[in-house]
């Protein structure tokens, strides 16, 4: 009996820190775990941050041009930013539209039984277009 106590002491300093090195692993794992999500989510707020201020720019430079296109033209309508094509839209009011016109070459397109292509016609008929930069 007292040869199997002593093979169980022999065991247990071994088998103690056998444990104590895994529960010790595991909070080290689990701490780098930790910090490498915090790492990430510092990363995505950095992006995030980033972005805004582009699309902040980029919505500046959009007024600053349409300011600039009020300068030199009467016919602005506005502008705006297209933040999912990165695009600056300046509407200009259409100096050719007149309304009686466009109302009966409408009609002509509606009721063109000859054929004729009037599209040329029409697109002057549109009050606004608009440009991108």
């Known amino acids: ?3 199997f106590i002593d093979k169980i002491n022999k065991l247990s300093l071994p088998t103690t820190i056998l444990i104590a090195s895994i529960i010790l692993g595991g909070f080290y ?12 989510e510092q990363q995505q707020i950095k992006i995030e941050q980033d972005n805004k201020e582009y699309v902040a720019k980029r ?8 300011a600039s296109e009020r300068k030199k ?4 309508g506005g502008s705006f930013y ?21 109302n009966i070459y409408e009609r002509l397109e509606e009721e063109n ?4 292509d ?10 606004f277009f608009t440009k991108e930069y």
């Open 1 to 3: 009996m007292d040869n």
């Open 29 to 40: 794992y689990a701490s780098q775990v930790n910090k490498q999500r915090s790492i990430e």
């Open 59 to 66: 919505r500046k430079d959009c007024y600053d041009y349409e």
């Open 73 to 76: 033209f009467n016919n602005i």
């Open 82 to 102: 297209d933040e999912e094509n990165d695009v600056c839209r300046v509407e200009y009011r259409n100096s050719k539209y007149d309304e009686f016109t466009c």
């Open 113 to 116: 039984t000859t054929g004729l």
């Open 118 to 127: 009037l599209s040329a016609l029409i697109t002057e008929c549109n009050k």
